[in-house]
């Protein structure tokens, strides 16, 4: 089979404003035409599965059957080793309609402590994206990216969105909260592994799909 390549018109399976702005820049040097199921009105899938990969699929093919484009999604989330997991698939809920992310903290932070997981190595967690990108023929690419660190307590740093000022990256002194965007979301020129879950899954994604294309 002719390996795929991503290349002209392609869909970002996601109404979410932020989630697209850090996709388009991570697809600018790359010469992909990008729209947004959000900007073409699409409607939006439940999320109904049980792994992020399986949520990020039912995006993905919502928005190549609808569009008939090549389309990309990303779903991911944050996982508390503690906690069994959790919020993981429901990062997004835990913060409530408001996306209001002060009390989704606080509540990591609460549970952390109703475990007695005081000591940096009672507080692992990670961070996952999985990326789908679904051609309108049915061929579909999983990518995903991980990246390791500890729940810290009082939240640091004003940058990033969601949980980024309470997890501390391993091999670092700052939060993602306290780091630039480029530091945090930044794909490498030297080929050395980014930072974040995304841009990780990102740079497995651009070497498959994307590498021929490079302007
Ligand atoms: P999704 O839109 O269903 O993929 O939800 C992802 C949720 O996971 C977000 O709303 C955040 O709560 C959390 N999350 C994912 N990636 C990050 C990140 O890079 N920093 C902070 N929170 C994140």
């Given at each position: 089979m002719t390996p795929r390549t991503l290349s002209g018109r392609i869909v970002?399976?996601?109404?979410n404003k932020g989630k697209l702005a850090e996709m388009r820049e991570l697809l600018a040097p790359y010469g992909v035409d990008a729209t947004s199921a959000g900007e073409l009105g699409l409607p939006e899938p439940d999320e109904?599965?049980?792994?992020f990969s399986e949520n990020a699929a039912i995006k993905s093919r919502a928005a190549a059957a609808a569009s008939g484009l090549p389309a990309l999604a990303d779903d991911s989330g944050v996982c508390v080793d503690a906690l069994d997991?959790?919020?993981?698939?429901?990062s997004a809920n835990w913060a409530g309609p408001g996306k209001n992310f002060a009390p989704a903290m606080a509540r990591v932070e609460e549970e952390l402590r109703k475990r007695g997981a005081t000591a940096p190595e009672q507080r692992r967690a990670h961070f996952v994206s999985a990326l789908t990108v679904t051609w309108p023929d049915g061929h579909e690419e999983l990518f995903e990216g991980r990246v390791f660190g500890t729940i810290v307590w009082p939240p640091r740093g004003p940058?990033?969105?969601?949980?980024d000022p309470i997890f501390l990256p391993d091999?670092?002194?700052?939060t993602f909260g306290e780091m630039e965007s480029h530091e945090k979301h930044g794909v490498p020129a030297d080929g050395s592994e980014a930072l974040s879950h995304r841009a990780r899954a990102f740079q497995k994604l651009a070497s498959a799909l994307l590498a021929k294309n490079r302007a």
């Open positions: 970002i399976a996601t109404h109904t599965g049980f792994m997991g959790a919020p993981g698939l429901f940058r990033g969105f969601g949980y091999g670092h002194a700052r």
